[in-house]
């Protein structure tokens, strides 16, 4: 999977048709509650195929089980604009609930209408979630596994909503916007919700007008795509900066229609590339513990060994 700053990548990712690329010893680990860069990986892929349409969905499907349990879509669910796709494992031993990101002018002016707030979130997106759950609720109780929640963008603030009302394993959110105030915060307390953002991502640093916020732990992608645990915001903004001079940036001028990368880092593409650069092919599951649990100085994130392997799997990943 290529990092892109493609046009298509952006605006047409329902075109895509990529989704659930193998690798070796990345499996799903669906009985933990802790942040799993294997079980991102698996949810980054989910949060992308979403977009596509129905044949699209059951096609890529297929691909599961080349690279981990096969999964299956057994129901979605589609209101006012919104959508979510429900997929089970063929041997019933996880589910994944996906929710759409903005997709139609519908959504648009769902994610604008974030004031005033609603039960401490985000307005548009709490007023979705209610009339999609009483749908949505009964499939979900009937099951008999560990459920993730994921998406992107919108989605990722919808699955994060979600997690009000029903105990998921987990919230894996790529991209999200802020989506509630420290009341959504103190009732989610106790629930598994990572918001992964790329370092160059605006729409998780939007101010929209409201005192809603980031809701979760922190998973920051930073400019040499190492790991960060809820990082200082001086230490995103300085890599940020850093990042201007990050290869990826000079690789990715090369695309004949180049958008601005503050958006292109947005796409649920550059996701799946990030943890791709992470779990590269001998990149083993059982290193993925090694996630910086503290506040990292600009050179702070893996050790610089695992750090080595991160930017050369970089490095290949884009070639």
């Known amino acids: 999977m290529r990092f892109t700053t493609d046009y298509n990548a952006v ?51 297929q691909r599961t089980a080349g690279c981990g349990p096969a999964f299956r ?35 648009w002016v769902s994610s604008f209408n974030c004031a005033p707030l609603r039960q401490g979130a985000h307005r548009g997106y709490d007023k979705l979630l209610t009339e999609l759950w009483s749908i949505a609720s009964p499939t979900l109780t009937s099951l008999d596994c560990p459920v993730f929640f994921t998406g992107h963008s919108m989605g990722a603030g919808l699955a994060t909503l979600a997690a009000r009302n ?7 959110g790529f991209g999200p916007p802020p989506t509630g105030t420290a009341s959504l915060r103190r009732a989610l307390a106790a629930t598994p919700v990572f918001r992964l953002v790329n370092y160059r991502d605006l729409v998780p640093r939007l101010i929209m007008g409201t005192e809603a916020g980031a809701v979760g732990e922190t998973i920051y992608f930073s400019h040499h795509h190492q790991l960060w645990n809820n990082p ?11 990042g201007e001079r990050d290869i990826t940036r000079q690789l990715n001028r090369q695309y004949k229609r180049p958008l601005p990368e503050a958006l292109t880092d947005h796409s649920p593409q550059n996701y799946v590339a990030s943890l ?34 991160l930017v050369h799997s970089l490095i290949r990943a884009t070639r």
């Open 11 to 61: 605006f047409k990712t329902h075109q895509a048709r990529d989704h659930f690329s193998p690798l070796p010893s990345v499996s799903l680990e669906p009985h933990t509650r802790h942040f799993s860069v294997a079980n991102a990986w698996w949810l980054s892929h989910f949060s992308r195929w979403i977009y596509l349409d129905a044949a699209q969905r059951a096609s890529q499907l």
């Open 73 to 107: 879509e057994v129901a979605h669910f589609h209101h006012k604009g919104m959508f979510a796709a429900l997929c089970v494992a063929k041997d019933n031993s996880v589910a994944v609930m996906t929710f759409r990101g903005t997709a139609n002018n519908r959504n």
């Open 166 to 172: 029903f105990p998921t394993q987990g919230v894996y």
């Open 232 to 242: 200082a915001a001086r230490h995103m903004r300085a890599d940020r900066r850093q």
């Open 276 to 309: 791709r650069a992470v779990v590269g092919h001998e990149y083993q599951t059982a290193s993925t513990s090694l996630l910086q649990h503290t506040s990292p100085e600009l050179s702070g994130g893996y050790s610089g060994q695992v750090a080595s392997k």
